[in-house]
């Protein structure tokens, strides 16, 4: 490219400046800053992981296993790995195939009592250290899975 191709012309109306929205770069030709948690943390392979991680101890677990509807854990998996690839900042697939994430509605159907919690919660701690993310990274994923985790108890009873 020579130099006056990078000029831009100056009859170029307002409208065709870039909107502020334009990811700022570490350097001319950098990388974006500022990208999403998603992509810091690396992407589908880490989130695919996570899950995984975690539904392998769903199924051992004797609380848990039994309140998940169908045979098949993998379509189970597949949602929350959506679902999570969504809220980082990822594709959103999540609600193009599901809508509205409302998941406090969507657990209703289900008996998320402080146990319940508690062992969903272990097996997210077994999975989230499987990833070994740097500490930054590692601590809010834990902070708002602790958090979602917390909202979705829907009753006391044992
Ligand atoms: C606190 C304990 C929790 C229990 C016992 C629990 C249990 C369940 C069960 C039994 C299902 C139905 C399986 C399915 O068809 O997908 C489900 C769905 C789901 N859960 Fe949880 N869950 C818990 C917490 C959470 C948290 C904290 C999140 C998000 C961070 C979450 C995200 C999801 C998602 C995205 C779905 C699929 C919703 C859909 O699109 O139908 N769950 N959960």
Redesign the pocket.
Known sequence: MTDDERVPPTSVPVSAVPPASVPLRGSEHGSALGASFYETVGGRPTFEKLVHVFYEGVADDPV?RP????EDLG??EE??LL??EQYWGGPGTYSEQ?GH?R?RM??AG?K?NPD??DR?LAHMRTAVDALDLPPLAEETLWDY?QR??FA??NTFEE
């Open positions: 848990l309140m998940y509807p169908e379509p189970a949602r929350l679902f999570l599901r994430p998941l969507r657990h289900f998320v319940a919690r969903w899975l979602a985790a979705m108890v």
